[in-house]
């Protein structure tokens, strides 16, 4: 099984409506990031917890939100999606000590119409 | 200037020829430094970590210059499966943590 899972992997949604990606993982990390991709713009950070009371913003968070359920559950959501929402969605892991390697999930093909 | 800068690409080489890649950064307080490879329409994964001292793995070398801030990787003899996109990562450091990712150079290896 895969140590950093993403449901749902492709979703299709409508401008306006409310979506929520998940993320878990099983590899015991502390610290958990989303981040976005888009063609000719690479990875950008949207939001990184450090632990479960731990909530910080990235470069790009505006019109996201996350919940940290858990040390191996963090949730992304887009309260009122729009069409420039539409990208490639990563959740990653990595344990305490900034430099350490992070561990992607396989991704969420999010697209807003 | 760019926080992380890569060439722009896309490569496109024969098999066992010999490709590099180069990178700069802007923070010269940057700590720590990393090569992602991500294949198409799947999650990035670290290659190798970059050290000032430079450091080779098989087929891979990659250097580092902190007086320039650059970042460079080489591969030799490449492969039909080195092809992929190839991500420059910084690391800013200290208490306010952020990786940085470069847009990434895309490599097709040609039989």
């Known amino acids: 099984d895969a140590d950093v899972t993403q449901t749902p992997r492709n979703r299709i949604t409508k401008t306006g409506k409310r979506i929520m990606l998940e993320c878990s993982q099983t590899k015991g990390h502390d610290r958990m990031y989303w981040y976005r991709q888009d063609p000719g713009l690479g990875l950008r950070l949207i939001y990184y917890s450090f632990d479960v009371k731990d909530i910080n913003k990235g470069e790009i968070s505006d019109g996201y939100s996350v919940s940290r359920q858990a040390q191996a559950k963090f949730s992304l959501s887009l309260e009122s999606a729009i069409p420039n929402q539409t990208a490639l969605y990563f959740c990653?892991?990595?344990?305490?000590?900034?430099?350490?390697?992070?561990?992607f999930g396989p991704g969420t093909r999010l697209t807003v119409t | 200037r760019k926080e992380v800068e890569q060439d722009p690409g896309p490569f496109n080489v024969p098999e066992g020829a010999t490709v590099a890649f180069n990178c700069t950064y802007s923070n010269s307080a940057s700590q720590s430094f990393f090569w992602y490879r991500q294949d198409c329409r799947k999650e990035p994964k670290l290659l190798m970590s970059?050290?000032?001292s430079g450091n080779e793995d098989g087929r891979f070398t990659a250097q580092l210059n902190r007086a320039s801030q650059y970042i460079s990787l080489l591969i030799r003899d490449s492969k039909l499966s080195d092809s992929a996109t190839y991500l420059c990562v910084v690391h800013s450091g200290g208490s306010n943590y952020k990786l940085t990712f470069g847009k990434g150079t895309l490599l097709t290896v040609n039989p």
């Open positions: 970059v050290y000032s």
């Open positions: 990653a892991t990595s344990s305490t000590g900034g430099d350490r390697e992070q561990y």
